[in-house]
């Protein structure tokens, strides 16, 4: 039962100094935490439903379950991840917990 | 340069009814939309943001570009799938397109 922390970065003020911050420091201590067993970014480029492009970057963790989750937020390296997130994400960035269909 | 459809569903007014027709209709016709590398799919749990838990559901839909992408949906059985959305997605669900990091 695959669990993944799931964020949506809201559009930044700046894009440049975002992804040189978000590729050069917040991603190099994503891949410390403990129990990631998968780590997928990207970019958004388009809205399909004619609305707004709400976000500008999508992250996705994957962990084995939520207690390796639980786990790995409560780890060192967890919380210096969740404080350079604290640095970074623009206002109404969000956050969530998904279980993945098995 | 895979690129990626992000669906994000919102809370359905009935979630069970919901899920039937996602687990047992639509699902399966994403599977016969041509060019599809992988599909993922999940129910969000929690938001960790505090906010509110705006989406109850996230689907992935993986193609290997952005043309591969673009002929899916100009398929019939891409069609199909776009048309059954309609149905099932409730109100202020969203949908994306995402580069993936490479």
Redesign the interface.
């Known amino acids: 039962m695959?669990v993944?922390?799931?964020v949506l970065y809201t559009q930044p003020a700046d894009s440049a100094a975002f992804d040189e911050h978000y590729?050069g420091i917040h991603v190099p201590l994503v891949h410390k935490i403990p129990g990631l067993q998968r780590f997928?970014?990207?970019?958004?480029?388009?809205?399909?439903?004619g609305?707004e492009?709400?976000?500008y970057r999508?992250a996705e963790l994957y962990f084995a379950d939520q207690a390796a989750m639980d786990a790995a937020f409560g780890s060192s390296e967890g919380a210096a991840t969740a404080a350079d997130y604290g640095q970074i994400a623009p206002p109404g960035?969000?956050?969530?917990?998904?279980?993945?269909?098995g």
């Open positions: 695959t993944k922390l799931v590729l997928e970014a990207g970019k958004i480029t388009a809205a399909l439903d609305g492009q709400t976000f999508i960035s969000r956050m969530f917990v998904e279980i993945v269909d």
